[in-house]
């Protein structure tokens, strides 16, 4: 599904570029996944992992445009990929009112509000497909991302003990939220 380009003005004053990325960023995307995934433990893939083949995130990336129920969105700053984040539909007639989220940041565009003004965006995409119920999920310890789900309405309400190993052998939770939007 494809997002209407817009462009969003920034807690810093800053203009940043809200797109669906195209086929042609499948390098810029695979960096921006790359160097993502290495400056947090709170994803669930991390440097360790094997990176998506170029041909298999170009398909990722076609799909996901041609898709009725999946839209990503890229934070494009003057050509650079910052962040994306995702929705997800449920395309069933039993869940259909629910979607899921996520959502990452290149470190050095913390604290711009882009997290928050991609969350404004996948809301109001839902509110207009008919969603009632907003899911994500994030790893135990993510105060950073538990704050701005928070600040954006969501709660908790469960967990999976052990539910992510680190590569250090430690155990971590996965904290499951939901978002009422009706």
Not at 123 to 131: D, L, T
Not at 157 to 169: A, F, K, M, S
């Amino acid at each position: 599904m494809k997002y209407e380009a817009k462009t969003v003005t920034l807690k810093d004053g800053s203009a940043a570029l809200f797109r669906s990325p195209t086929p042609e960023d499948t390098a810029a995307f695979l960096d921006f996944f790359n160097a993502v995934r290495a400056e947090t433990d709170f994803l669930l893939s991390g440097p360790q992992d094997p990176l998506p083949t170029f041909e298999g995130e170009r398909a990722w990336i076609e799909s996901s445009l041609n898709s009725p129920d999946q839209m990503m969105i890229v934070c494009d700053m003057g050509g650079y990929i910052a962040g994306n984040c995702s929705i997800a539909f449920k395309p069933n007639t039993k869940d259909r009112h629910r979607a899921a989220l996520a959502i990452g940041l290149r470190r050095e565009y913390w604290d711009r509000g882009i997290g928050t003004a991609m969350f404004t965006e996948l809301i109001a995409a839902a509110r207009e497909r008919g969603v009632t119920q907003l899911e994500l999920d994030y790893i135990q310890g993510n105060d950073r991302g538990r704050a701005l789900y928070e600040k954006m309405g969501f709660r908790a309400w469960g967990e999976l003990p052990n539910g992510v190993r680190q590569p250090d052998g430690s155990a971590r939770s996965l904290i499951f939220m939901r978002l009422a939007l009706d």
